[in-house]
């Protein structure tokens, strides 16, 4: 059965750090694209980072120089690293998988997601 879960989020104060997994089973994640998105209350969807197959990296301004992606072949996994986290931080955050290993933000070029992990930064 294939399945793609995230793990890691919780509630964590101004400033605090969380380390984000997205780990897949009956599918190998090595040769994908995984891209990081985020759904805050009430707003849209919007991209975060992804990791491409050739380990290019991309981040969105709003991260830029908080937020690490990385990945474990060997796991099967994908992290993102939050550092410095910000109230506007918070949301739902989903991990998902672009089978052409091309990176990318365009959620129409994900084509399987997990069911998302809840982040709250609040004092």
């Known amino acids: 059965q294939e399945q793609l879960v995230e793990s890691g989020g919780g509630l964590v104060q101004p400033g605090g750090s969380l380390t984000l997994s997205c780990a897949a089973s009956g599918f190998t994640l090595e040769y994908s694209a995984i891209g990081w998105f985020r759904q805050a209350p009430g707003k849209e969807r919007e991209g975060v980072s992804y990791i491409s197959r050739d380990g290019s990296l991309y981040y969105a301004d709003s991260v830029l120089g908080r937020v690490t992606v990385s990945r474990d072949n060997a796991k099967n996994t994908v992290y993102l690293q939050m550092n410095s986290l910000k109230p506007g931080d918070t949301g739902v955050y989903f991990c998902?998988?672009?089978?052409w290993g091309i990176g990318t933000m365009r959620e129409t070029d994900y084509t399987y997601w997990g069911q998302g992990t809840q982040v709250t930064v609040s004092s």
């Open positions: 998902a998988v672009n089978p």
